[in-house]
């Protein structure tokens, strides 16, 4: 990636991250109300982002835009500071580590991914439920959250993981 190219993607990159936040929001209440079942699941294209980001920007760069972005998303979609706060940053800092130690090609990128956002949704419901902010079962969770939203971002990772690649400059 050029200079010039990172420059661009370094002051773009925070406006993204909150576009991308909103519109997950607004992406799962439209596929919710399509589909109108029982279920509830979460979009994570600021994380797939976050993911994406993560090859080009700096560590401390990166944790603290997640940082920033999981105060806002708590703000927004929680009214609870602490959940995403605690989450982005320390899932920013898992994929430092896990992709210093694994080559980032399609595969091992989409099969990273659902990691991570299994990892999101499984840290998302055990603060939620620590705080006592919720009373889901854990079958209930795994068939009507963690299911539909693992299918729903697997899908929209196949569908997006060339253009990200070359967005951010991934040969393979």
């Given amino acids: ?32 109300t399509i589909f109108a079942v029982p279920m509830s699941f979460t979009s994570n ?46 899932l920013v800092w898992f994929m430092y580590l896990l992709f210093e130690r694994v080559v980032p090609n399609t595969f091992t990128i989409i099969l990273a991914f659902i990691l991570f956002v299994t990892a999101l949704s499984v840290g998302r419901v ?16 795994l068939t009507r959250t963690l299911a539909p939203t693992l299918v729903v971002n697997l899908i929209l990772i196949i569908i997006l993981v060339g253009p990200l690649k070359k967005l951010v400059n991934i040969k393979r």
């Fill in 1 to 32: 990636m050029t200079k010039e190219r990172k420059k661009r993607l370094f002051y773009a990159l925070p406006f993204i991250f909150f576009f991308l936040m909103l519109f997950d929001g607004h992406l799962s209440s439209i596929i919710l």
């Fill in 126 to 141: 055990i603060l939620l439920s620590l705080f006592k902010l919720t009373d889901t079962t854990i079958l209930d969770y």
């Fill in 45 to 90: 294209l600021l994380l797939m982002m976050m993911m994406f980001a993560t090859f080009q920007m700096s560590k401390s760069y990166m944790i603290s835009w997640a940082l920033v972005m999981g105060l806002l998303y708590d703000s927004y979609y929680y009214n609870v500071i602490g959940i995403n706060f605690v989450l982005f940053p320390l």
